[in-house]
């Protein structure tokens, strides 16, 4: 008889992929927050196959401060599409000062990337929710990415 593992060790992170560049566009249903867009966008993937592409408006206090892309995707420096499923938007709390909100929505869109390994790439997310849409834009500097291992 085979074992399982709990749901929560499935969902566990596997890797953290970190690519440095410059954020192009973020936009989320609030408006337009690609001006505190940050320099580095992280691709996690998970034990259980999912993959998420979080960017940062870098401000942290009212407006949401990261923003995941997430669905069962490829590995870590693979080209190609990426199915979106859910999109996650998580902020500093209001209500306690070393927690944070997340907000999360059941999602109909896409990522798209180059290989990570192969100079300067563009990631590009799109994703339709309930609340509006989000969008994402992020061309890398080349460079070798950072790669976490959990």
Avoid: W
């Avoid at 940062?56 to 949401?64: L, Y």
């Amino acid at each position: 008889m085979g074992h399982t593992a709990p749901a929560e060790a499935q969902n566990a992170p596997k890797t953290a992929v970190i690519l440095k560049g410059r954020c192009e566009q973020l936009v989320i249903p609030a408006g337009d927050v690609s001006a505190n867009c940050t320099g580095a966008v992280v691709n996690m993937i998970y034990l259980d196959g999912r993959s998420s592409f979080m960017f940062s408006d870098g401000t942290g206090d009212s407006a949401r401060a990261l923003i995941s892309f997430s669905g069962m995707g490829s590995p870590s420096g693979a080209s190609g599409t990426q199915p979106v499923d859910h999109v996650s938007a998580a902020k500093k709390s209001a209500t306690d000062p070393g927690g944070t909100d997340v907000e999360a929505e059941d999602a109909t869109g896409t990522c798209e990337s180059g290989d990570y390994y192969k100079g300067s790439i563009e990631i590009r997310c799109t994703a339709q929710t309930r609340s509006g849409s989000f969008t994402a834009s992020f061309k890398t500097d080349g460079a070798k990415p950072d790669v976490v291992n959990f």
